[in-house]
């Protein structure tokens, strides 16, 4: 005798002579036991990651009313109208800041805002830099702050977004984010493929006349409810949830550099402005008024960012910087020695796959749409908590009436023998590329693997 995963006692085991042999089921009944099974192990290894991931997200989209809240001393002033030149307002920022680089300037884009004078450190950290905030009005330092990314976020918004992205763990802690955005679209898949095997069963039970069973009592009635509302919130959440994991891979480490190679191959990378220009022979400048009264001209509406020349041969570029829709992302090249725009290049022009990009990340962020952007972020995100609850809670309730287990019972064993080779060979086919294009879902599949025949084999029969 032996005790199977449900706890209770099993049939004396047959000879091989006499064991029949294992019948394939036909069409979705065959492949809804796989879907059960890796939907199940998916949820319950992943599902602490998934709501992290949500949590921290949630808080990551309402940074910039609380980076407006925390540094408006530094972001705002009093409207006025006088306006000091930008060049004059670079002189005050290096004043301020005399170790540092400049690197680029954001001015002011509203008589209540600050210009950002962007320096690079002497010993900077990637992707970090020293903001210097000047009123643009008076020349008053509002402030000098460390910022974070092209985005140009203020140390609030900067140390949520990191944990979010590696729960400051650096990049052992990306391998957390990366598992949950992998196994995210791989568990709303399952869950659909559940679903709809179940929508073609009732249905076909309907055809034939078949009864209907009885009203469920006492737990198989409580998991029928959390089944319920589990099965209803994914479904209309599924969308929303694959968005959230093909954008969400966009910013992981192994992932990341697959969906970017990819890119390149379809030209789907973003394009950028050729800002190489003929050397001046005197070295002059016209200077960043100039530069941006230029652009102005030519129809660059503000915000915008000037990045200043990096090495002789180059100009200036200026970049629009808003991120609400609809997108303004154009960018020109400016020549430093005559103040004239050398080149143009318009969001219009972006290829799809640049322009798809750009809006995904945009509004995986948050910001494409403003306070609606959020309120949708925001209800993915508490679907996702209310998921992994609802699944941990019908997993809690199958433990056996009898005892024997601390934990609910898996989904039978031995599933992927009973699907037929039609739909199986499929299903490993795509597996594989997907651990192939995700290697942070392979390893973990394959640790889910070894897991599940460890397992299997310590419920054997030892004889």
Partial sequence: MTIDERGAPDRPVESSAAKPRRRTAPGWAGVRPLLMRLHFYAGVFVGPFLVIAALTGIAYIYTPQVEDAVHD???????????????????????????????????????TDTTQVIFTPPRATP??????FVDPHTGEVRGNLETYGSGQALPVRAWIDV?????????VGRIYSELAASWLGVIVLAGFGLWLSRRIALRRAARRDKPVAEPATGGAAKRGRALGRHAVVGLWAAIGLLFLSATGLTWSGHAGENIGALRSALDWSTPSVSAAVDPSP?????????????????GLAAPVEIRVPTAP??????????????????????????????????????????????WGIDAHMGFLFGVPNQIVLTLLGLAIVGLVG?????????????????????????????????ALVPILLVGAALAWSMPVLGVSLL?????????????????
Wanted: hydrophobic residues 40%; glycine residues 8%.
């Fill in 73 to 111: 001393h530094e972001l705002h002033v009093a409207a006025s109208d006088t306006w000091l030149p930008l060049e004059r307002q670079v002189d005050i920022a290096r004043e301020a800041f005399p170790e540092g680089a400049l690197k680029s300037v954001r001015p002011a884009p509203t008589a």
């Fill in 127 to 132: 992707s970090h830099s020293q903001t210097v």
């Fill in 163 to 171: 944990l979010h992205r590696n729960l400051h763990l650096g990049e």
């Fill in 282 to 298: 005197t070295g002059s400048d016209v200077g960043l008024d100039a530069v941006r009264e230029s652009t102005l001209r030519a």
């Fill in 313 to 358: 041969g180059t100009g200036y570029v200026v970049a629009q910087v808003g991120r609400s829709w609809p997108s303004h992302a154009d960018s020109m090249a400016v020549d430093p020695a005559t103040g004239q725009v050398t080149d143009t290049l318009r969001f219009d022009d972006y290829p799809l796959g640049a322009k798809l990009s750009k």
């Fill in 390 to 422: 609802w699944g941990y809670r019908m997993w809690w309730l199958r433990r056996p009436p009898m005892g024997g287990s601390r934990f609910g019972r898996a989904p039978a064993r031995g599933s992927w023998r009973r699907a037929p080779a039609k």
């Fill in 447 to 463: 640790a889910f693997l070894v897991l599940d025949a460890v397992i299997g084999w310590s419920l054997s029969d030892p004889a």
